[in-house]
């Protein structure tokens, strides 16, 4: 296989001036009929015609009329063409129905739906498909189905056709169909100038009643952008599609929004507040893309983070603005250090920006999409709000229907500021985490910080390069008040100190507050100081972030020298519980506690081999010590935060619950899951009830609530899916992996539906105790599945791949084994592209 590089980018030879598609859609033999108008690029070197395409029998092409024959090759076509505008036909035939890897047209349960980004256009028609060749399509679709969509505006329809034009330029990664027996949830919205705008979420029958969260989601992001960054919505309607097979989450097709059906259908009933949360988001994320991402497209497929990251940031933005800022910014970090520091730290690192691929789809990754976002946070703390606010209307004006690069975004924020930003670009080109490394010193009333970047090697990148990084830091007196409120340190060199003055006694700092920027601090101090910071400091990110460093440094201690759970952490956590006075959301994510992968990582940054059936006993101790030394406490707090008004799933309601349940899990500990009982058995919605079950499997008395909670929900699959992932990540360690094979087993096990697979194979790899259970069972068991299910859809194969990403982490006996499976896989001649350059890169 190919490998791209960023260095060999070349305009395409031609332009294209519109794009006409027909299609006449039949299961196993869909004919695409397109006619293409273009001519020569004058900013082109090249006038090599070769059109992409995969998988397709052409039937037939012409060139202004008349018959030609292209050369063929397995990845499109080749032809010799006139230095002048011309029109090039083809009818080809494709396969919607045996199209297992869910990318270019395909069928699920009945229905016909597309996935074109990032290279899926090639499987339904020959194209130059790439971001840069945009042009104006306008589609006729055949099919003997009520519902027929495509992008843009409808033209005309009548009985089995219909017609649609999308007056925008767009690249063919942004092209989407549809056609099957669906229902609408209609709604309109006006936009700020006053233009109607017809908005349809369309469901399979039976799933008409969980649309209305959704649609209230979109009304408020169009609302949101249009406040926030006076961005109008640009069609007369916008449509939303549930699919049930979905090899990620959504898809931003200008006009025609697609969505895996457990990111769009939302009940009570049968989501959790967790569920309502991301769709709202996910939603808005997909809606946003429309200047983020479709008017304002990517050169090439490196600059992804140019429309994801920024569009990540927000989606934040939008989330903190609905909910609880503090509390959206706890749980981005969390998520930020779960995945993309793992992924930072291990064989896969690479920069937010990378220089080469062989399968693009491999790089849709938390370090293109969450570090991407923390970039662009950081460079609205740098330059301010007014300034951002300058940089991306200039950003909006100058490169609306572009497909921009890093270098123009870049560009526009130094127009706009007048700032050098070169030292910034580092962030987009070096991969790794930095660590962030700070002493004090106290003298004559002057306080001094001197801090320390480094960044370690990553594959291909031995040595980095300074980096500037935005250090918001705030100090406090002894006595708990703030002496110098959040001020933003510019940090540029690999060592640099910065001082206050005129303080009369030595302060307690707060570093990094917010999170100021995607580092790893490293800070050595006392618990004392810890829980002071948990009790005083006026930033909630640094309030949460003491509390979750005393936790884990008492974790580290158990691990490595058996030390008994950290009273000075439980007093601390105890108080924090029970503040009446404080959030509940973020009392409940004050009682979480670092994940077995961040403490696997924390053990190796001390130069340890970590042992993971250490760190979840540790955790399991803790968690017992936590339930003992609150007893007093958890049944006023689970009593009090029950919400006796009908379901919202809205911020407040959710917090009470998170805390409330966060209760209940701790008062299984001692009560053998006797309350837990009796909240599954009351629960009238999906938070609780779950809730109630995980807290059941985890105290050993779920046999029944397993077999009551399948029959309840098995005629509907995104419960079903809960239930698969339940049984897993609650599964003692020792038998995680036969609890998997087992539910693999089950009639409703299906390969092809990637939310299940992910809910099950998923789960395994993401319960590293379980997963890395010495025997090695976890590894063959993944390895098998992965196995069987790459040649039908190599893309969910290939990013399952990364639950072996960490392995050189561990001790010999666990790398061999894991060698052992990687091995195997690469031994698979026919393996995917994708998966091949996974495990390769893992291997390494
Ligand atoms: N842009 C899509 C992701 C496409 C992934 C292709 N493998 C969804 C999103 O980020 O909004
Ligand atoms: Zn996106």
């Known amino acids: 296989p190919q490998t791209i590089y960023l260095s060999d980018y070349q305009p395409f030879g031609f332009i294209v001036d519109s794009v006409h598609l027909t299609f006449r859609l039949a299961p196993t033999a869909t004919r695409v009929i397109s006619r293409i108008a273009f001519r020569p690029n004058p900013a082109a070197q090249s006038r090599d015609f070769f059109l992409h395409g995969e998988q397709l029998s052409l039937i037939d092409a012409k060139l202004d009329g008349a018959a030609v024959s292209p050369e063929l090759t397995p990845t499109g076509l080749r032809l010799d063409v006139p230095d002048a505008p011309f029109v090039f036909e083809t009818e080809v035939e494709i396969s919607p129905e045996t199209n297992t890897a869910l990318e270019g047209l395909y069928m699920s349960n009945g229905m016909y739906c597309t996935q074109c980004e990032a290279e899926g256009f090639r499987k339904i028609t020959y194209y130059p498909d790439r971001p840069d060749v945009m042009s104006v399509f306008t589609v006729r679709i055949e099919g003997d189905l009520p519902v027929l969509l495509s992008n843009?505006?409808?033209?005309?329809?009548?009985?089995?056709?219909?017609?649609?034009?999308?007056?925008?330029?767009?690249?063919?990664?942004?092209?989407?169909?549809?056609?099957?027996?669906?229902?609408?949830?209609?709604?309109?919205?006006?936009?700020?100038?006053?233009?109607?705008?017809?908005?349809?979420?369309?469901?399979?029958?039976?799933d008409e009643d969980k649309c209305a969260f959704g649609m209230e989601a979109l009304k408020k992001s169009m609302k949101w952008d249009e406040d926030v960054y006076g961005r109008e919505y640009d069609l007369d309607i916008f449509n939303i599609v549930a699919v049930d097979d979905f090899n990620m989450g959504a898809m931003e097709n200008k006009g025609l929004n697609i969505f895996n059906s457990s990111c769009v259908l939302a009940s009570p009933d049968t989501s959790t507040d967790m569920n309502f949360e991301r769709i709202e988001a996910i939603i808005a994320h997909e809606y946003f893309h429309n200047w983020t991402g479709n008017r304002i497209t990517c050169r090439d497929w490196f600059q992804l983070c140019l429309k994801e990251g920024l569009t990540v940031f927000r989606d934040s933005q939008f989330t903190a603005d609905m909910r609880?800022?503090?509390?959206?910014?706890?749980?981005?970090?969390?998520?930020?250090?779960?995945?993309?520091?793992?992924?930072?730290?291990?064989?896969?690192?690479?920069?937010?920006?990378p220089e080469s691929f062989v399968e693009i789809n491999n790089f849709y990754t938390a370090t293109v999409y969450e570090k991407g976002a923390e970039l662009i946070g950081m460079l609205k703390t740098l330059v301010g709000d007014e300034a951002y606010e300058n940089a991306l209307n200039l950003y909006f004006d100058r490169h609306d229907g572009d497909a921009a690069t890093i270098e123009d975004w870049l560009q526009v924020f130094e127009d706009a500021t007048g700032r050098d930003l070169s030292q910034f670009k580092r962030w987009y080109s070096q991969a790794g985490t930095p660590r962030l490394s700070v002493s004090e010193e106290y003298a004559d009333g002057t306080y001094t910080l001197t801090f320390r970047q480094s960044t370690p090697p990553t594959p291909s990148q031995p040595v980095k390069d300074p980096r500037v990084i935005p250090i918001a830091v705030g100090l406090?007196?002894?006595?708990?008040?703030?002496?110098?409120?959040?001020?933003?340190?510019?940090?540029?060199?690999?060592?640099?100190?910065?001082?206050?003055?005129?303080?009369?006694?030595?302060?307690?700092?707060?570093?990094?507050?917010?999170?100021?920027?995607?580092?790893?601090?490293?800070?050595d101090t006392t618990n004392e100081e810890r829980a002071f910071l948990l009790a005083h400091d006026t930033d909630p990110f640094n309030k949460w972030e003491s509390g979750r460093a005393l936790a884990r440094d008492g974790l580290l201690h158990m691990i490595r020298d058996s030390a008994a759970p950290d009273m000075a952490y439980l007093e601390a956590l105890t108080a924090v519980v029970r503040d009446d006075a404080q959030d509940p959301a973020f009392r409940a994510l004050a009682m979480g506690l670092p994940s077995q992968d961040d403490l696997a990582q924390a053990l190796v940054d001390?130069?340890?081999?970590?042992?993971?059936?250490?760190?979840?006993?540790?955790?399991?101790?803790?968690?017992?010590?936590?339930?003992?030394?609150?007893?007093?406490?958890?049944?006023?707090?689970?009593?009090?935060?029950?919400?006796?008004?009908?379901?919202q799933p809205d911020a407040e309601q959710s917090g009470a619950r998170a805390l409330a349940n966060a209760a209940l899990a701790l008062l299984s500990r001692l009560d053998g899951g006797a309350q837990a009982q009796k909240q599954y058995d009351a629960a009238d919605n999906m938070t609780q009830q779950l809730a109630a079950f995980g807290c059941l499997l985890s105290a050993g008395k779920g046999q029944a609530a397993t077999k009551a909670f399948y029959e309840r929900w098995k005629h509907d699959r995104l419960v079903i899916d809960k239930w698969f992932t339940m049984q897993i990540v609650q599964a003692d360690p020792d038998q995680a992996a036969d609890v998997t094979a087992a539910l693999t087993q089950h009639p409703d096990f299906t390969m092809k539906n990637p939310n299940r697979f992910r809910a099950t194979l998923g789960a395994l790899a993401m319960s590293p105790a379980g997963f890395h259970h010495a025997s090695g069972k976890g590894y063959a068991l993944l390895a098998d599945w992965l196995i069987q299910l790459d040649p039908l859809n190599p893309q969910t194969t290939a990013r399952m791949c990364s639950a072996f990403e960490t392995w050189r982490r561990y001790d010999a006996d666990r790398q061999a084994l894991i060698a052992t499976q990687l091995d195997r896989i690469l031994e698979i001649d026919t393996l995917s592209r994708d998966t091949r350059e996974m495990v390769e890169r893992i291997r390494k």
């Open 476 to 523: 406090l007196n002894p006595n708990g008040d703030e002496v110098v409120p959040t001020t933003v340190l510019e940090m540029t060199e690999a060592e640099q100190s910065f001082a206050f003055d005129g303080l009369a006694v030595r302060p307690v700092p707060s570093i990094l507050r917010g999170f100021s920027a995607p580092v790893i601090l490293q800070r």
């Open 324 to 353: 609880s800022a503090p509390v959206k910014r706890i749980s981005d970090v969390i998520q930020l250090r779960a995945r993309q520091f793992r992924e930072d730290n291990g064989p896969l690192a690479h920069p937010v920006r």
């Open 606 to 647: 001390l130069g340890e081999i970590p042992d993971p059936q250490a760190i979840w006993q540790a955790l399991e101790t803790l968690r017992q010590a936590t339930a003992q030394h609150m007893q007093d406490l958890l049944p006023r707090i689970y009593a009090q935060y029950q919400v006796d008004a009908p379901f």
């Open 152 to 206: 843009g505006n409808p033209v005309a329809q009548g009985d089995g056709w219909a017609e649609w034009h999308d007056p925008w330029p767009k690249p063919a990664y942004l092209f989407a169909l549809v056609g099957g027996e669906l229902l609408n949830h209609p709604d309109t919205f006006t936009t700020k100038s006053g233009k109607p705008v017809e908005l349809n979420i369309w469901v399979r029958p039976g």
